[in-house]
């Protein structure tokens, strides 16, 4: 028995990296999945001939996209069992350098789009859950939820925000069958990372960093987020996962 069999999940951010990963893991478990990207070129390459896959080229910053994405959902498969927020974005700038619109934009994707789409996609959610017993929520967040380094002031307060808004979902939405919780990757060769990590001298440190001296793929986040969509994981809620290779374990 596949482990989604039957469920509708909605992933954003799947032209590439962890969401394209997570998307084809999905499907491949037997769900039927709605991939949200703006890259409309990268979707469309990333999931050519995946029949449980329907690719939707988005910017989930636009003010009418949560709604599009939830009436596709619906319109194409009839429900929503899972929402993976995983469209992210980041801005390099010490905090003293960095402008009004860099924070702003990283504010609007990482944090700000995630709970407009979670928002409009909550009675759906809730809908599911009462046929079913369960549904899912699961946001992308980072170990920068826990830490922070230099240059990320805009990058690490958006992603403890999203851990925040994660834990709150969990706490509001437990007693209708819904689960909350978010992943924090460590260093993963994406999109956003795969031409610094191409560098030797600079994927040899993070190497170096990793309890398992290796740097992560998205499939390794992909797997943790089947996990948690799953029926295991039905006594898991408002927690974030660590998913770095040991990455954060030195003091």
Known sequence: MKRLAGRVAVVTGAASGIGAATAQLFAQEGARVLAVDRHDDLLAEAHAGEEKIRALALDLTGEDAPRAVVVEALAVFGAIDILFNNAGSSANSLAEAM???????????????????TREAIPALKKQAA???????????????????????????????????????????????????????????????????EQPHISAVWEKKSALRRLGQPIDIARAALMLASDEADFITGH?????????LRA
């Open 99 to 117: 402008t009004d619109a860099q924070w702003d934009f990283v504010f609007d994707v990482n944090l700000r789009s995630m709970f407009r789409l």
């Open 131 to 197: 046929k079913t017993g369960r549904a899912r929520i699961l946001n992308t967040s980072s170990v920068m939820a826990r830490d922070t380094d230099i240059g990320l002031s805009a990058y690490t307060a958006s992603k403890h925000g999203v851990a925040g808004l994660t834990k709150t979902l969990a706490l509001e939405l437990g007693k209708f069958g819904i689960t909350a919780n978010h992943i924090l990757p460590g260093a993963i060769v994406t999109g956003l990372t795969r031409r610094s990590f």
């Open 240 to 248: 974030g996962l660590t998913v770095d290779g040991g990455l954060t």
